[in-house]
């Protein structure tokens, strides 16, 4: 007989969410229109302090409508993290423009700002500057914002920030998604919060906001028939979503809280473990606790992320590995990469442990005494 499943990160919506929803049908509302949609994008400024957002579809639809109202055309490039999420590169694609792709630094595992800064100089020498950069804030530790912003506004190329798996996290004193020109964040039924599916798009920059909502309700003009001067999508978030989002928010910071518990727990059953090392927030930012990532090292416990990975398998216990970096996906196979071995290792030592709303110290317990008895083994 099989424990019960332990799940990486299930979506944790109970009756605050369901009576919310409800009373989003029953109000009419049943549309991608009405107050829930509006008062969704206030809750989001109120937390993030940005000036203006609009709720879209999904994070990759956040994206995609943020680097063409960031100024990204057909033909440019734009560059990447190389470890993240393949929505970050597709909606560079989707944009018609060309992912550049570069490596970590080991900290955060986020976007190494001295790589940024030795492509830009080498590419202002060859007048061939990108047109913007993505920022990704992985697994909720915000990047190096300080040092990346530095460089990015000595060239004077955009930021967009894929705070997709950030929310609720910090930066010193900043929310995440609050740094840089732009920030996208992601309600995907695995993230932090959920809509079930759907997307934010943030900015100070209210031209920029507007641009997008444009966009994202098929650029209809405001006349009494159809009247379109831009091709436009179909991108807007539904009202009824948007009244699941508002009460998932109002829990975030108990959900945040219950999420780096998680965390803390994993820190003190694998205390003393030589081998597997839990990531910690790094010195500038505070995380949500989105995924607990922990690191074999290869030289204390060779393939160990993969025996790990399958030994809590055969406990019923999902876990997974880190995202697997865009240069090693056969999509992007001949595109240009400025690597420094870091993205690389942390894919082959790192995973994603469950790190669920509901998880008690007994299930992370069950899931430490499986990772322990695999290392000695
Ligand atoms: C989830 C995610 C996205 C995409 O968001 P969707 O809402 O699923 O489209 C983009 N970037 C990162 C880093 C993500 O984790």
């Known amino acids: 007989m099989l424990n019960d499943r332990i799940y990486l990160a299930p979506p944790s919506v109970g009756v605050a969410e369901i009576s919310r929803v409800i009373a989003a049908l029953e109000s009419g509302w049943v549309a991608p229109v009405g107050p829930e949609l509006s008062g969704f994008e206030t809750d989001i400024c109120t937390i993030t302090g940005a000036r203006a957002a609009v709720a879209l579809s999904s994070g990759t639809a956040a994206l995609h409508l943020g680097l063409k109202a960031i100024g990204v055309k057909p033909g440019d490039e734009v560059i990447c993290p190389t470890l993240t999420f393949a929505a970050s590169a597709f909606a560079i694609v989707h944009a018609g423009a060309t992912p550049v792709f570069l490596d970590s630094e080991p900290t955060s595992w986020n976007l190494d700002p001295a790589l940024l800064q030795s492509l830009l100089i080498d590419r202002a020498k060859h007048n061939a500057l990108p047109t913007a950069v993505i920022v990704v804030d992985l697994f909720g530790r915000t990047a190096n914002y300080g040092e990346i912003l530095a460089v990015a506004d000595q060239f004077n190329i955009p930021v967009l920030v894929d705070a997709a798996e950030s929310l609720g996290s910090q930066y010193g004193d900043h929310p995440a998604g609050s740094m840089g020109n732009a920030a996208v964040f992601s309600f995907n039924g695995n993230k932090i919060m959920t809509t079930s599916g759907g997307g934010m798009f943030v900015s100070d920059n209210e031209e920029l906001v507007e641009k997008v909502r444009y966009w994202s309700t098929q650029s209809r003009e405001d006349l009494p028939w159809y009247e379109h001067n831009e091709v436009g999508f179909n991108f807007r978030m539904s009202n009824i979503l948007a009244a699941l989002g508002r009460a998932q928010l109002e829990r975030l910071p108990d959900i945040v809280a219950a999420r780096r518990q998680v965390h803390d727990w994993y820190v003190s059953e ?99 005494q499986t990772i322990i008895a695999t290392l000695n083994s």
């Open 270 to 368: 694998l205390d003393g473990v030589a081998a597997a090392n839990v990531t910690g927030d790094p010195p500038w930012g505070v995380s949500n606790g989105w995924l607990t990532t922990v690191r074999f090292d290869s030289e204390h416990a060779p393939g160990g992320s993969t025996r790990v990975r399958l030994a809590l398998e055969a406990e019923n216990i999902e876990s997974r590995p880190i995202w697997k970096p865009m240069h090693q996906q056969p999509v992007f196979a001949d595109h240009e990469a400025h690597l420094n071995g870091v993205s690389d290792q942390l894919f082959a030592e790192g995973l994603c442990l469950p790190s669920g709303f509901a998880l008690e110290r007994l299930d992370i317990k069950r899931t430490c």
